[in-house]
């Protein structure tokens, strides 16, 4: 039976020009200092997103966790959306680990905080309170590309209350992608902008780009140097790593501009399965697509019947379809027949 993967970007498997790449990395131990492949990944994402030092992780939740430790000290807050990455889905890392209190914030329609909700959870100097220290933004945010002008303001906004800023840019580059789509330029100019808003970016490898392992935290080299001991402290310092860091180096050669390839196959999914009744298709900005089902459509039964019929996809009231690296045009239509069949 055909097989169409759609739960997510992360289930890519590495190419076969990846893996020679791999095979072919010149290792050393990373602990040490010493492995070639982990260094020269380290300098050229530092460069492309125009950041002083950078530091391969074994993943985005712990890159992320490093940040906002390096940023924060225990008794501070991070000011962060209800649905980012870093504030759900990460085990609550940030305050088990590192002491840190999250101030969630409702996220406007558009995947923003509204500066007005950012600006009122801002506290005050006083003993009552946590301190205040980190915005902390998710782009995309469930594929939804931030607006440069938003960003701007929000980073212009912390730094008029002394606050630091961390991008959680797993998906850093489907935003720069769809915004060189838009406004031209290259994907690595847009990355290099909207990374340059922030004091520090996590970018993933393992989803869209298709490694299959590993995120780098970029920053001021005193950032880093902090962020490298905090690595060490939860685990994460590899040693022959380079292995990986061949595939990353692999995938920004050769799995940036074709992410333009997701962005159009996930437009075409969505045009594919619009018009039903009982869904409402969220028409998506670049590779993840959002199915509403009306109240009394079984989302849990849906996913089921789905995954019989060998496409793949999650979801409980809202289906979220991810396209990526192994999902062709084919692919997509092939699903679209399927799910159209099911819903
Ligand atoms: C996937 C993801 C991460 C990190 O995930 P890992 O599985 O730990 O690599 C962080 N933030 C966002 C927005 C993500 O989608």
Not at 83 to 102: D, K, N
Request: aromatic share 4%; charged share 20%; hydrophobic share 45%.
């Amino acid at each position: 039976m055909r097989t169409v993967d759609l739960r997510s970007d992360t289930v890519t498997q590495p190419t076969a020009a990846m893996r020679a790449a791999m095979m072919a990395a010149p290792l050393g131990d990373d602990v040490f200092g010493d492995d070639p492949s982990v260094n020269a990944l380290q300098e050229r994402i530092a460069a492309l997103l125009g950041k002083e030092a950078a530091l391969f992780m074994p993943s985005g939740t712990q890159s992320n966790l490093c940040a906002l430790m390096a940023h924060c000290q225990r008794g501070d807050e991070y000011l962060v959306g209800q649905m980012a990455h870093t504030y759900r889905w990460e085990a609550g890392g940030a305050a088990v680990l590192g002491g840190i209190q999250p101030q969630p914030i409702a996220h406007q329609p558009d995947g923003t905080l509204a500066l007005a909700d950012i600006e009122a959870n801002v506290k005050p100097d006083d003993p009552h309170f946590a301190r205040s220290r980190l915005l902390c933004l998710e782009n995309t945010l469930g594929g939804q590309v931030l607006p440069m002008d938003y960003q701007r303001a929000a980073a212009a906004l912390a730094r008029r209350h002394g606050l630091a800023t961390h991008l959680d840019g797993a998906r850093l580059f489907n935003a720069a992608v769809a915004q060189a789509a838009r406004a031209g330029g290259t994907p690595h100019e847009h990355a290099r902008q909207i990374a340059g808003l922030y004091d520090s970016v996590s970018v993933c490898f393992s989803k869209g780009l298709g490694a299959p392992v590993g995120s780098a935290l970029v920053g001021s080299a005193e950032l880093i140097t902090r962020a490298r001991r905090l690595r060490k402290l939860s685990g994460g310092a590899m040693r022959q790593s380079g292995l990986l860091a061949a595939a990353a180096a692999h995938a920004l050669d050769h799995h940036i501009e074709r992410l333009a390839d997701d962005h159009a196959h996930a437009r075409r999914l969505a045009d594919g399965l619009a018009g039903l009744d009982g869904i409402t298709v969220v028409p998506p900005d670049t590779n993840i697509v959002f199915v509403d089902l009306a109240p009394g459509k079984d989302g849990r039964a849906i996913v089921q019947a789905a995954a019989e019929r060998g496409v793949r996809c999650t979801g409980l009231y809202r289906l979220r379809l991810v396209t990526h690296l192994d999902v062709s045009r084919d692919d997509v239509d092939h699903a679209v027949r399927v799910l159209r069949e099911i819903l």
